[in-house]
C-alpha cells in the first residue's frame, strides 16, 4: 500500500509540475494598439534624364521625390531643392514643389518627377537633393523632415 501512495504521489506532483510548466509557457496577452501610419518620403540620387535627353535633346540633371504611405494621404506638398556642391558653397536650385502638379497630391504614393536644371557643359559636378513634406493623414497633417539623396557625393558630367 506505501508503494502505491509513493507512485500515486509523484504521478499526482508530476502532472503538477507539468500543468504549471505548461501554464508559464503561455504568452501574456498585450493589449493591441491600432498601428501608427508608416510614411516615408524617398529622395532619388541625382542623375541625367535619359528621357529629356532622347524626346526632348536636353541635357539635364534631375532628381525625383516620393511621398510613400502605408495609407491614404492627401493635400500631399512635396518641397525639393537640387543642390551643386561649389567651391564657395552650395548652389541651391529652387525651391520646386508639385502645388501646381497636374499628377495626384494624394493616394498612397504621390511623386515629385518632372523637376530637372539644364546642363550647360560637361564638367563633373557633385549634385544632390534635399526635400520635405507636409500631406494630411488620418485627420491629421504629417510632416516630413528633411531628406536627402542617399548618394550625394557622386559626381555627374554636368556643369552650369
Known sequence: MRKVSYILISIIAAQAVLTHSSYASLPTPTPTKVPKPECRLEVDD???????SKHRKINAVKVNVK??????????????EIHKKGELGDHVYGPF???DS????????VDLNDIFVICTNKIPTIWF????????????WQYAGKTESPHPLRAINCGT
Open 46 to 52: 541625382a542623375h541625367i534624364s535619359t528621357t529629356l
Open 67 to 80: 511621398s510613400i504611405c502605408n495609407v491614404s494621404q492627401s493635400q500631399v506638398l512635396i518641397t525639393l
Open 97 to 99: 514643389t508639385n502645388m
Open 102 to 109: 497636374k499628377n495626384s497630391n494624394s493616394g498612397l504614393e
Open 129 to 140: 537633393g534635399i526635400a520635405f513634406a507636409k500631406a494630411f493623414i488620418a485627420g491629421k
